[in-house]
């Protein structure tokens, strides 16, 4: 057998080490839920997140731009002069000159405070955009799960009104019991198709929506999210968990003050610092001499312009205050509501449960009496549309239930 030798051993040692340490970092990662796995899948397919990056780039661009020596690029200019054309006795002339760009007082200060704003607004924007898409999975999902209850619930009733009119055909035949209760059998499972072929119409357009925002089918189990236990404002009343839409508010109302800033900084344009070196002789009897030189160009502010640019920012100022404000009402009204129609729909969830429970009671009540004859067939049907009815609204308020839930994590700002 072949000797290993000390590189190949160890090796294999840092590989097994490294397999080891990834296993332990998935076992201790909490298993993501099927919505949380499914909005990663939206959050992929989205085509306004995949300009986020761009923007994100553009953000960074902009703030290594005003971190920078001068605000904008230097230049350099090179030009030579001679008597070649005219007179040819040798004059020549060769001036070079470096130009560079210089901050105005504070505006250096401005430009990197509204860099670093228009970074976090791109940031708080996908935060934003990311609890958008996890909305409109929410709905999705809840529908599709509706959808699967209905689907489930009218087979259930085929199949119950199929055997009920096995039953009730066979006791026909035999003279048990009269034509009209056999058509009203066969009317029940004629019903019961309907219905069945209506929910699968219903359930395959929830699928469908569900996998145009996902790009995969649902999962065969569709699980329930845990009501949010955060909260918009604290005792101290400060933000306790910052909302993304309240986020990318904030944000941009900080990204246009920082612009007022930097217009109130750039009254005109950059001043510009060149040095020039010129090499120049009379003609071909005089030897080359050197000359060196500076030179300061201060550009002149325009009053109308001036104004024009600052009323134009600061009313963009003013708009995002105001977005902010509006913003801040509309959020915490949304939460409101959403906690409202979670409390209710745990009030109809339990009156369902209650209500499912009689109403299945009274049919093996009723189910008992028509073996028995003691009941006709119209009480039966009755009681047992009564008895659906009851399952129906209790799959509904069940699935409502986990909407709001979902609704309630929604307007508080959680994703799954």
């Known amino acids: 057998m072949k000797t290993l030798d000390f590189r190949t051993m160890r090796l294999i040692v840092v590989c097994v080490a490294g397999m080891l340490a990834g296993l332990a970092v998935q076992a201790a990662e909490p298993p993501k839920s099927g919505l949380a796995t499914a909005v990663e899948q939206a959050w992929r397919l989205n085509p306004q997140a995949a300009g986020l990056d761009a923007r994100e780039a553009e953000a960074r661009a902009a703030r290594d731009v005003a971190a920078g020596l001068t605000p904008e690029p230097g230049s350099v200019s090179i030009g030579n002069l001679n008597d070649r054309f005219n007179r040819n006795q040798g004059k020549q002339e060769y001036e070079v000159e470096l130009a560079v760009p210089l901050w105005l007082p504070g505006q250096k200060t401005a430009r990197e405070v509204e860099a670093s704003s228009r970074l976090d607004e791109t940031l708080a924007k996908r935060a934003a955009l990311r609890l958008e898409v996890g909305g409109e999975l929410r709905e999705a999902w809840w529908a599709l799960a509706a959808a699967r209850s209905a689907k489930l619930l009218a087979s259930r009733r085929l199949e119950t009104a199929r055997a009920l009119e096995t039953d009730v055909m066979r006791r026909y035949r035999v003279g048990e019991l009269s034509r009209i209760n056999a058509n009203l059998a066969q ?19 929830a699928e469908q929506a569900v996998q145009t925002l996902t790009g995969s089918p649902a999962p065969k189990n569709l699980a329930e999210e845990l009501p949010t236990t955060r909260r918009l404002i604290d005792e101290t009343g400060d933000s306790a968990a910052p909302h993304p839409l309240l986020a990318v508010a904030a944000a941009a109302a900080r990204s246009a003050r920082a612009r007022v800033k930097v217009v109130d900084e750039s009254r005109r344009a950059a001043p510009e610092l060149a040095l020039r070196v010129v090499r120049e002789r009379g003609d071909f009897a005089e030897s080359y001499s050197n000359s060196v030189g500076v030179k300061l160009k201060i550009p002149f502010s325009s009053g109308s312009q001036v104004r024009r ?3 134009a920012a600061q009313a963009e100022a003013n708009q995002a205050d105001t977005d902010l404000l509006r913003i801040q009402i509309r959020v915490r009204l949304d939460a409101e509501r959403a906690q409202r129609n979670l409390q209710s729909a745990e009030r109809q969830f339990a ?23 003691e009941s006709d067939l119209a009480t039966l049907l009755r009681i047992r549309a009564a008895a659906f009815d009851a ?14 839930i979902s609704r309630l994590n929604q307007a508080m700002g959680v994703l799954p």
């Not at 009317?187 to 357009?205: G, K, P, V």
């Open 391 to 404: 399952d129906a609204f209790f799959d509904r308020q069940r699935v409502a239930r986990a909407a709001a």
């Open 309 to 311: 640019e600052t009323s």
């Open 187 to 205: 009317t029940e499972t004629h019903a019961a198709n309907a219905e069945l072929a209506e929910a699968e119409a219903a359930l395959l357009q």
């Open 351 to 373: 009156m369902a449960q209650e209500r499912r429970q009689l109403s299945a009671e009274n049919l093996r009540l009723a189910e008992k009496a028509f073996s028995l004859g």
